[in-house]
């Protein structure tokens, strides 16, 4: 039961991550100063994709699973047992991969746009004092 409730609360932080991973960069022009943890995310993120390297989540799922007698995670991981082929086709793959840089870019891009404004409001009333 343990091991059950341990692989359910480690699947849903993982859906958590994936999604901040796709929007955080959004939630950085409210609150600027999460644009680091959110980097930091989208480098795990991408790595684990582009480079194959291994997420601790996708193990601790596989291994709490596992102990709770249930199978574990195919050795192709969380987002393909999760998200593809079951939130959008394989054959999509790429364009989501895609679509999630675009929406990274777009928001890092949104970010420095409303800190470059904000920063010429600033100066603009600076001078007016």
């Not at 955080?24 to 959110?38: C, D, K, Q, V, Y």
């Not at 709490?64 to 574990?72: F, I, L, M, Q, V």
Request: glycine residues 10%; positive net charge.
């Amino acid at each position: 039961m343990l091991y059950r409730l341990l692989a359910d609360a480690t699947a849903v932080l993982h859906f958590a991550f994936v999604a901040y991973v796709v929007v955080g960069g959004f939630l950085a022009w409210r609150w600027p100063r999460t644009l680091w943890l959110h980097l930091l995310a989208v480098g795990w993120g991408f790595g684990t994709v582009l480079v194959g390297y291994d997420c601790p989540l996708t193990h601790l799922e596989d291994w709490s699973r596992r102990r709770a007698g249930e199978d574990g995670l195919p050795s192709s991981g969380f987002i393909d047992h999760y998200l593809t082929g079951v939130i959008y086709p394989e054959s999509a793959l790429g364009l989501v991969r895609v679509l999630v840089a675009i929406c990274v870019i777009t928001s890092w891009t949104g970010y420095l746009l409303l800190r470059r404004r904000r920063a010429a409001e600033e100066l603009h009333r600076g001078c007016r004092a």
